[in-house]
């Protein structure tokens, strides 16, 4: 948790000519936020919508949707279908979303018929997103 590093290091990769930079480095992406202003260049946030830190230059957040997960084995374990293990939750089932609002939606408007014909592929299992996990090493 270091803001001022991150801020370091992503004017560093700024500098070298990098456009956008997905942060998931908690609170040290607030320094990834304000390089990103400084610059007047891009940032992804992580994990819940960031994007009114910086208006105009947080290009979207990734969402953790935790509140889908804890719903769903809640349900299950109601149903007496809950089963014990890992539970991965993605597009399909609504585990992991981008954000888009107020703050960002003028941004994602020109790309947004390619994010969801892009959703679109992955759900339908047409691109294979790897699985780090499952990765040899």
């Known amino acids: 948790m270091n803001p001022t590093r991150g801020k370091e290091l992503a004017l560093s990769q700024y500098g070298r000519g990098v456009d956008v930079i997905f942060h998931a480095a908690g609170a040290s992406g607030l320094g990834v936020f304000d390089a990103a202003e400084e610059k007047q260049k891009y940032a992804i946030g992580c994990d819940s919508n960031q994007n009114d830190v910086k208006p105009g230059r947080i290009a979207s957040s990734m969402l953790k949707r935790v509140d889908t997960a804890v719903f769903e084995i809640i349900k299950a374990e109601k149903n007496g279908t809950f089963q014990a293990g890992r539970h991965d939750f993605g ?39 790897p699985d780090y996990y499952l990765l040899k090493k």
């Open 91 to 129: 597009l399909k089932d609504n585990g992991i979303d981008y954000a888009v609002d107020k703050n960002n939606a003028a941004l994602i408007a020109p790309y947004k018929a390619k994010l969801d014909e892009v959703r679109a592929k992955i759900v339908a299992g047409e691109i294979k997103v």
